[in-house]
């Protein structure tokens, strides 16, 4: 059965061999053993279960979270001659009746359906009249009730080890730690499953965060550098976004705002530009983005710090997905250490959960602040070790000064002590720079010892401070008082003069530069810069004729490959990777024309 597998992969999807441990992961399922799957995004995940439903007997079924993410993977698998649908919603009751009717004649070779429509005892029992090849169930880390994305559908899905017993179960996801993985295995009740877990290392991705100064101006210098390309900007509120995607709209960039409070039709409309068109900024909340399969997002942008590094590494997990250089950016302050903090403490949940919930929010705000590699920081929370720093990361390309911070921080710890461990930043920062704000007035605070000992630095500096002791843990902020800031008991050796401390000197860094393997955009060699217009006009074109995103012709790795291989017979083409036998009848001609142009 691998051997068809093989011949799937090279004249279905069009690759001439299978990727990392892919073949190994098809190999366990068309033994019929379940499996727990673990490949960062881009990695190939749905190859690992579309192909062996595909090789063994009957119809693949795929669980799926969002009616975006069915609609976009059976879209790409009709592209390819595979008769694959989904159940969902948005089907009314004609195209319901016409798809039992296909399955039950043996049409389709792949379902997509919800967690919530499969675990309906009338559906449960009608599939399982059917011969069923496999079972996958993607993003399976929804599962986790610890985790960023849970799904209380996904713990019903234990029942499908009772009705279908003797078909294999595949488990998928790009993010879970150690713990998670255990809870996958035992909600889902997979049985003995081979575990196969890649690395979670993408390289093609640059890591980089700055102290929030002016968030704007900061963002826009950033953009300068990704002109004409796609790229998600997540912020934390709904206002923030439209307010976001209305200001860069001002400066001539194509941003759109994408979250839950928006009209289904005009959300629907912003994705459908966003896959559609080149270069479209989408500006959202976290709502935005999980199983949004566009390969060439070259950018994404953090507003607003995550709820945790499972949340950052997913939501960053989306851009380069066509293994072409990207950035993972992001600028945060003290005001997202305050206001995380606050919404972990505050809600119903029990304390368990929000200790676990501050573990979280500690281990990204630590690597927020680290000076070290960031992607060794990283991959090591996911218990993986990457043996020297990356070289592809700011601190690995503009590693950050420190400053001895000893005088400052107890300056700033005794300032909070003498005011009574009772006010916010913006107060304790009033009485450190010497400003008679009616509130120091009204507390007598212009007395203190410390008004004014902190004028030998700046406010951004100051804050600053603040955010990094707040950080390493000597200062708290105090949900149930407004905010306010707490000494700990790590900050009486710091006070006692016991302890010294270093910390990061914020400052507004220069651009990283780094020689890319890729030509793509701004970076294609001259000669070759029309030819590569050239055949992106073409793929424009098809897809605009077609209905369809152009990267659902072809991605723009494989027109690189176009561009620098120059096939001129169908032959040639068919060896270029992204070019399967569907597409060729479909495309070929059109884009070996293009290609003769240029050999002229």
Known sequence: MLDKARHLLQHTYGYSRFRSNQEAIIGSALAGRDSLVLMPTGGGKSLCYQIPALVRPGMGIVVSPLIALMQDQVSALKQLGINAAFLNSTLDENTRQQLASDISRGDIDLLYVAPERLMQPRTLDWLARFDISLIAIDEAHCVSQWGHDFRADYLLLDQLRRVFPRVPRMALTATAT???????????????????????????????????????????????????????????????????????????????????????????????????????????????????????????????????????????????????????WMVYGLNDVVQLSQMVEQGDADERFKRNERGKLDALLGWCETTDCRRQSLLGYFSETLDAPCGNCDTCLAPPATWDATLAARKLLSCVYRSGQRFGAVHVLDVLLGRESDKVRQHGHQRLSTFGIGKDLSEQRWRSVIRQLLVRGYLMSDASAFGALKLTEAARPLLRGEQSLNLRQDTEPETPTRASRSQRNGHIDQNDRDIWDALRQERKQIADEDGIAPYRVFHDATLMEMMELRPTTRGELLHINGVGEAKLDKYGDRFLAVIRRFEQ
């Open 178 to 328: 150690p713990a998670t993985r255990v809870e996958i295995v035992e909600r889902l009740a997979l049985d003995n499953p081979a575990q196969f877990v890649n690395s979670f290392d993408r390289p093609n991705i640059r890591y980089s965060v700055q102290a929030r100064q002016d968030g704007r101006k900061q963002l826009i210098r950033f953009l300068t550098r990704h002109r004409d390309c796609a790229g998600i900007i997540y912020c934390l509120s709904r206002k923030r976004v439209e307010a976001l995607a209305a200001w860069l709209t001002a400066r001539s960039l194509t941003a759109l705002p994408y979250h839950a409070g928006l009209p289904a039709s005009l959300r629907q409309h912003n994705l459908e530009r966003f896959l559609a068109e080149d270069g479209v900024i989408i500006v959202a909340t976290i709502a935005f983005g999980m199983g949004i399969d566009k390969p060439d997002v070259r950018f994404v942008v953090h507003m607003d710090l995550p709820k945790s590094m499972e949340a950052y590494y997913q939501e960053t997990g989306r851009a380069g997905r066509d293994g072409e250089p990207a950035d993972a």
